[in-house]
Each structure stands twice: as C-alpha cells, then as structure tokens.
C-alpha cells in the first residue's frame, strides 16, 4: 500500500528547503554540493529526483534556462515552519501553545540569554493582545 502524501516536508526535503533558503535559485549541481557540504553526499539523480518531487509537492518552484532547472522555495522559511508548528501543535498538544512552551522548557536545554528572549517574545505578545 502506498503512503499518503504528507503536506509536511520529510527531513532531507528541509535540508534541501534550507539551502534554497539561504542562497536561490540554484542549479541542482549546487543543491548537491551544498549538501554533500553539509555532510549529506548524495548523487546527482538523487538530488534531481528530490527536487522534481518537491515541484510535484509545491515545496520548490523551478525556471527553465537552457537544459538546467533554476529551483527557489515555494514559500517563505517562516511560512513553511509556521505550518509545520501548527500541525504540531495541534496532533501533539491539544492546540495549546501553553503546553508547547511548557514541554519545551522542561525537555530543552534553555540557557539564560534564549530564556530572556522568550521573556521579551511573551511580553511583545501580550502588549499586541491588549492593544
């Protein structure tokens, strides 16, 4: 039986999503040498076969020049991780960013200066709430 296709990217599909993010377009050439960079050496078919797969998703757009494919992400880093905080907000905690926040510091390593930020985020936010 074939597996249902996920809305969500799978662990390689991010990594490829996070080089595009960081520098795009980019030649497959490129995506593959970032990878193998980032300790994921894969072959050329591989790497070309993942990005057709990502357009056939919509995680990837792709512009023709020549013989070669230029491919950029579809969506913003921040749209994307949106979605996949939301899903996981939803199948793990109930849909309570409380519970999230509380499972993370109990299970995270937070130092002093992350846990300062998240005290600016909270207040930020509750300062927009009352507005």
Do not use: C, Y
Not at 69 to 83: L, M, S, V
Not at 85 to 107: D, E, I, W
Request: aromatic share 4%; charged share 30%; net charge positive.
């Amino acid at each position: 039986m074939a597996r249902t296709q996920s809305e969500q990217p799978t662990e390689l599909e991010l990594e490829i999503l996070r080089i595009l993010w960081e520098k795009s377009p980019l030649l497959v050439r490129d995506v593959r040498v970032a990878l193998e960079e980032a300790g994921r050496p894969l072959a050329h078919s591989t790497v070309i076969t993942m990005l057709n797969i990502m357009h056939r998703k919509g995680f990837v757009k792709r512009r023709r020049d020549g013989k070669s494919f230029w491919f950029r992400p579809a969506a913003p880093r921040e749209t994307t991780t949106g979605k996949m905080v939301g899903s996981l907000l939803s199948r793990l905690f109930n849909g309570s960013p409380a519970a999230l926040v509380l499972n993370l510091l109990q299970t995270a390593d937070v130092d002093s200066e992350e846990l300062a930020e998240i005290r600016r985020l909270v207040a930020r936010k509750s300062k927009e709430i009352q507005e």
